[in-house]
């Protein structure tokens, strides 16, 4: 028995069998050699083996892919050998950060809650495979605004001038969709009122009136851009003592919006203005400036007084006169007197030609 192969003879015999040879002899004869012959083969087992993460092989567990030999006798002892051609796939698990606005459509479903989703099969190389997302849902905002202007709004990238409702869609600062609804309404400015330019006693509890046309709502305010109104309506009424008041007017409109203002300028009649008088006159009964008069629309009371300063004349009432009595001519003086809107004695004085 023999392994593989024998030589014998010069030949090498590889097959089992009877191999006959004719050598001579010592003596000169042909002598006949037979050989009963039995061959064994040597042998390598070969396996491919594809397999996840690790094998275990003739005891050993393997870990990576690769040629593995081990040596073997066979039963009729002979030389032999395994071969493991191994190629190792890895099972995987990954789990990813995701987010989304609003849903998420992954593997076939769609997710509109945040969560921790999985999905688990075979992957490439046949081995168990599973991939989670951990997975954050961010809102849509919906957003609802009622807002009032004045003439015009704007809204995103639109001018608007007409109320109604109005939609848009922003990128909020997560970078998802933000929809807005505006409800929107809408009032013209109003135009001014008429300035006001009058006198009046200006005690407290006097009123102003306004007597230009009402369009819109009249409001009385001290600066501009005030936002407490003295008053509102046709007049103000006044709260306190002024020497002259300045105050300003606009009409505002069913949604607040303001006109452009108007001034109230309002003189003090406290400080009365008293006309303008002639200097000379003659009482000669011509007929032409016989007598020296002043007339107002208030009482009056005119004094005369001769060079020394003694009362002459005197006369009161909505006109006043003299006439120059049986006065020589010259120059008297006068003091003329009115009594204030708010009981005070007002005057004024002069000299007065008297010429014959």
Not at 97 to 102: D, H, M, R
Not at 138 to 154: H, K
Not at 309 to 317: A, E, F, V, W
Request: hydrophobic share 35%; aromatic share 10%; net charge neutral.
């Amino acid at each position: 028995m023999v392994c593989d192969s024998l030589t014998w003879n010069g030949q090498t015999l590889t097959q089992s069998g009877t191999y006959t040879v004719v050598l001579p002899n010592a003596s000169g004869c042909d002598s006949v050699v037979s050989l009963a012959l039995e061959v064994y083969q040597s042998y390598t087992i070969t396996q491919k083996i594809t397999a996840c993460d690790s094998f275990l092989w003739q005891g050993q567990t393997l870990r990576a892919s690769g040629v593995y030999r081990l040596p073997a006798t066979s039963a009729q002892g002979c030389d032999s050998s395994r071969v493991l051609n191994l190629t190792l796939g890895n099972s995987s698990t990954v789990v990813s950060a995701v987010q989304a606005c609003g849903r998420y459509s992954w593997m076939g479903s769609n997710y509109i809650q945040s969560g921790l989703y999985w999905w688990r099969g075979t992957g490439s190389g046949g081995c168990d495979s599973a991939v989670g997302i951990n997975l954050t849902i961010l809102p849509i905002q919906r957003e609802v605004y009622s807002v009032f202007s004045c003439d015009n709004y704007v809204f995103g990238s639109r001018l608007l001038s007409q109320g109604g409702t109005y939609r848009d869609t922003f990128v909020n600062t997560l970078g998802c969709d933000s929809i807005v609804t505006l409800n929107l309404s809408i009032d013209p400015t109003p135009q001014p009122p008429f300035p006001i330019d009058t006198n009046l006693c200006l005690v407290q509890g006097a009123q102003i009136p306004y007597s230009g046309p009402m369009t819109h709502e009249l409001v009385w305010y001290a600066h501009p851009g005030d936002s407490v109104f003295l008053a509102t309506g046709q007049r103000f009424n006044l709260i306190r003592n002024f020497d002259t008041l300045r105050v300003l007017i606009s009409f505002r409109s069913p949604g607040g919006c303001l006109s452009p203002p108007a001034l109230v300028r309002v003189i003090n009649d406290d400080e009365p203005r008293f006309p303008v008088r002639p200097t000379t006159f003659t009482p000669n009964n011509d007929g032409r400036n016989d007598e020296w008069f002043v007339e107002s629309t208030d009482a009056m009371t005119l004094l005369v007084f001769d060079r020394w300063g003694r009362l002459i004349h005197k006369d009161s009432g909505q006109t006043v006169r003299w006439n120059g009595g049986d006065y020589t001519p010259g120059t008297y003086p006068y003091i003329l007197e009115k009594i204030s809107c708010m009981g005070k004695v007002r005057s004024t004085h002069g000299l007065i030609n008297l010429i014959r």
